[in-house]
């Protein structure tokens, strides 16, 4: 209340001051023509959630950017995260990996910064900076010393409006492109994700692949207008911690993305649903002494009433470590592998899966794809105990804290939950949501969703003791168990 008081008093010694001066035949000034216009950083409406993990202060700067910051004073560091929804889904036909190639060129320098200068300047202001592109998202990132802001912020809005894309930095991706692409069918991991994508989604845009021809297509002219269709203001958030208050960082945010376009066409795709899992696993030849094994069926999003009951069961299932059924049994008792684990795909915009996977030797591979299905229909008949939903629990919630140790870590959790539109108070319910889980719940879930005729087999290697592949995948749709939701609150990061 004291400021307005303050300001309408200077304003009116202003006008009383100018009054005193001027000649007795002059225009009489109007009080506003005195009063300085008022500073629409320090007017901005800010949202306070203050909640058990944290004061998230929310607001919209003047120039229209959306943002979530925790303001940390005891910490002279800044961490910004800015993520734009578009991404490589975006490329055009015929210029697969273009997203990636953008991103890649932000911190190669700008304006008039060559690569080697531009990583000298981030040098001298003790700061980072670096893009990255997604299936669905391109995002930033910036840290640097709060004295060093405005500089900071200067150099990456020089990065988003005058970025060079110069023939060595672009050349040399390229050719990192290339050699991946020529190593990329001796790579397990790439073979058994490319047989996955051929079985469950070959139509859609997630299973299109960069090749030679979309590497050797790009150029700087089509990167640069690429660029102008990911990184557009009305696409963007923005989440920040670090000493510094929404008044402070406003100006900086408008500043670094003003020069960026308005709007771009937005791209929308169908949502995935995984066809018939496949009778027997899908065999890909790869000379080598070990077999990698992957295993996928659907899984519920986020704001899938499953979805917590879920985490605490997958967690019992295979992605506990150690802890684990799976580790337990093909790891510890029966030495079929050094490691195997099963988690929850819930990042990408139009596909949710539960997969796992593991390696074992050649000569073991039919009984490893065995033991895995076993312990898949161990869970899904009989469920977990009392015993280990406590210790599930106990762990999510415990080792929750671990992923927020850091201004960057904070500013990307709370960028996964934007991204997920978990609400701002997501961080206050999750670890209640995760102790209200149920021993009914966690085995109704099993159930339901871990039968291993749910789930596509991958074996990558010169595995023995498969069975002979039949007709392959079946072509029905198949839609995911109990697909009735609601907008309870959904995980925001592996467990």
Partial sequence: MIRPLLTFAAAALALSACQSVAPIDAPAQSVAETIEPADPYAAMAVTVHDGDFAEIQQFTTPGGVSVWLVSEPSIPILSVQMAWNAGSVNDPDGLE?????????????????????????????????????????????????????????????????????????????????????????????????????????????????????????????????????????????????GAMSPAELAPLVDAAVSQLPESAEPASFDTIILPEAAADPIIVSLPQPQSLVRFVAPGPARDHLDFFAATVLNYTVGGGGFESRMMKTLRVEKGLTYGVGTGLTWTSNYLKTWSGSGQTKNESAGEFVAGVKDELSKVAEAGITAEELADAKAYIIGSYPLGFDSNAKIAGNMMSVRQQVLGIDYFDRRNAAIAAVTLEDANRVAAEWLSPENFTFVVVGEPQGIPSPSTGPGTGPVTSPSTNTSNSSAEDGPA
Avoid at 126 to 134: E, L, Q, R, W, Y
Avoid at 211 to 219: D, K, L, M, P, Q
Wanted: glycine share 4%; hydrophobic share 40%; charged share 25%.
């Fill in 97 to 241: 990996g273009l997203s990636d190639a953008v991103a890649y060129q932000m911190n190669e320098g700008a304006g008039d910064l060559d690569a080697l200068a531009f990583q000298r300047r981030m040098e001298e202001l003790n700061m980072s900076f670096g893009c990255s592109a997604s299936n669905d998202w391109t995002g930033c990132s910036a840290t640097m010393l709060t004295d060093n802001a405005s500089d900071a912020m200067d150099l990456v809005a020089l990065a988003f409006t005058d970025p060079r894309f110069d023939e060595g930095p672009f050349e040399r991706h390229r050719r990192e492109d290339l050699v991946s692409i020529n190593q990329r069918e001796t790579q397990p991991r790439y073979l058994a994700a490319e047989a996955l994508e051929t079985a469950l989604y070959p139509d859609h845009v997630y299973a299109r692949d960069i090749s030679e021809a979309s590497v050797n297509a790009r150029t700087r002219a089509l990167a640069l207008a690429h660029k102008d269709r990911l990184m557009t203001r009305d696409r963007l958030l923005v989440t920040a911690v």
